[in-house]
């Protein structure tokens, strides 16, 4: 194995800098930087060294260096930390130095790629560090936690050990029963591979909610001009983002803000108010509320409470039915005029005040509720699109063997979906995982990580 270089911590200028190195030669390249042949450092005790030029007295920087030694390390390799001040010039240098003594720059993810390999983690929880990086939220992060200690592995583990009891029991039924097996022996590993089926079922359900902290919810705010649907937006995002005022159409632009909902990353865009474009301007802007409508996840339709609905309501409301959408009614300071109580043909109707703050924590919720956020208080949530598939065919792989057995087919029928559903199980946490699949899920990960 070669050694790899790269710089861990984020690019630009900071006050300090880590470079990481990993691979038989990281003690070597370590003692050819601090110029001493001999320097032995104790493991996993920071040290304060002069980092000099090759075959020169000229100082590089003065960092403190800490050496790893396998396999008591991130990676289960020899590794070195350098703990630098954080300036392009001096990482550059230090960098050009390393890549001389024969180490190369590290791919992305590469480190805990190898940490995968030397078997310091599995590859669910190389991916959690890829998601607790990458986390937005709290409860994204604290998710990405539960993952990478490990809990997805051990939910999964009694399953995948009932299911190998069962093909251990098939297998030898193959092998050394002449006979049928026996009816009960026959129904109790049914009853197993009915309740492994659940349990991967129950796991992939969380997957709605735990897409949403992961990925964030996209929703859009439509309605005609005036409807307070910026002040409503100003009021979502906690600051005040959009120009809000009485005159009507003072919004021509989409206009989109990150923030959270009760740990939910959620991306909130506001609009130009729909009605016949007065201008080229507005109609551009119309036609991008389109836009962001097609692409919302969710959309929240503001109407006017203080006044009765107009036809130009109606028509937002009818271009909102190709959608998911929640209806806001607005101005709740004011003398009430509209009333639509409840829901609206199984639509969510929400009464709101920018102004006041009454009815947004009722509006939040119903902007959570359609997608399952009551879920995100469950101990496990699956994440990850690549489990959620593995779950998914593991399931129906299981669900056929079930019948299969039920119509009394052939073990052989049955073993050959028991071992496909094992093997799809074991490519969440890497343990049948192709190397183009590993290349392709590391080159997501960011490089020195």
Do not use: W
């Not at 590794?79 to 001040?85: K, L, R, T």
């Not at 936690?145 to 051990?154: A, V």
């Not at 600051?239 to 159409?249: K, Q, Y």
């Amino acid at each position: 194995m070669d050694t790899i270089v790269a710089v861990s911590t984020p690019p630009g200028r900071s006050a300090i800098a880590v470079v990481r190195l990993s691979g038989p030669q990281s003690l070597a390249i370590l003692r050819v930087l601090v110029q001493e042949e001999q320097f032995a450092p104790e493991p996993n005790r920071v040290t304060l060294k002069k980092l000099l030029a090759e075959s020169s007295p000229d100082l590089i920087d003065e960092a403190l260096v800490t050496y790893f030694q396998s396999p008591h390390s991130f990676t289960g390799e020899d590794m070195v930390e350098i703990s630098c001040h954080g300036s392009p010039v001096i990482l550059r240098q230090l960098i050009d130095l390393i890549q001389c003594q024969e180490a190369r720059l590290a791919e992305p993810g590469e480190f805990t790629l190898r940490a995968c390999r030397n078997g310091k983690m599995n590859l669910s929880q190389a991916e959690a560090i890829r998601d607790l990086i990458n986390a937005q939220t709290q409860a994204a992060a604290a998710q990405a936690k539960r993952q990478l200690r490990g809990e997805l592995s051990e939910a999964l583990q009694p399953s995948k050990q009932e299911l190998i009891r069962v093909i251990v029991t098939l297998e030898s039924a193959v092998e050394f029963v002449e006979d049928d097996l026996p009816a009960v022996q026959v129904k109790e590993m049914s009853k197993v591979l009915g309740r492994v089926t659940s349990h991967l079922a129950r796991l992939a359900e969380t997957y709605q909610a735990g897409r949403l902290l992961r990925e964030g919810l996209r929703v859009t705010i439509v309605g005609r001009p005036n409807v307070g649907k910026s002040s409503l937006f100003n009021k979502l995002v906690r600051t005040e983002r959009a120009i809000v005022t009485d005159i009507a159409g003072t919004t021509r632009d989409s206009l989109t803000e990150a923030t959270s909902l009760q740990g939910i990353p959620v991306s909130l865009t506001d609009t130009a108010g729909f009605r016949e474009a007065g201008d080229k301007i507005e109609a551009i802007g119309i036609e991008r509320t389109r836009r962001a409508m097609a692409d919302a996840d969710l959309l929240i339709v503001v109407v006017d409470g203080s006044c009765s609905l107009q036809d130009e309501d109606v028509e937002v409301l009818k271009e909102a039915r190709e959608h998911s959408f929640i209806i806001a009614i607005s101005k709740g300071d004011l003398p009430r005029v509209l009333t639509l109580d409840g829901q609206l043909n199984g639509t969510e109707v929400v009464h709101v005040s920018a102004m006041t703050g009454e009815g947004v924590p009722d509006l939040t919720a119903a902007i959570l509720k359609p997608f399952g956020s009551d879920s995100g208080s469950v101990d496990l949530l699956i994440t990850d699109s690549r489990h959620y598939d593995l779950l998914t065919r593991a399931r129906s792989n299981l669900e056929r063997a079930s019948r299969s057995m039920a119509q009394s087919a052939g073990e052989e029928i049955v073993l050959a979906d028991l071992h496909n559903a094992l093997k799809l199980l074991g490519a969440i946490t890497g343990e049948t995982t192709s190397e183009d699949i590993l290349s392709e899920i590391f080159a997501t990960f960011c490089i020195g990580k």
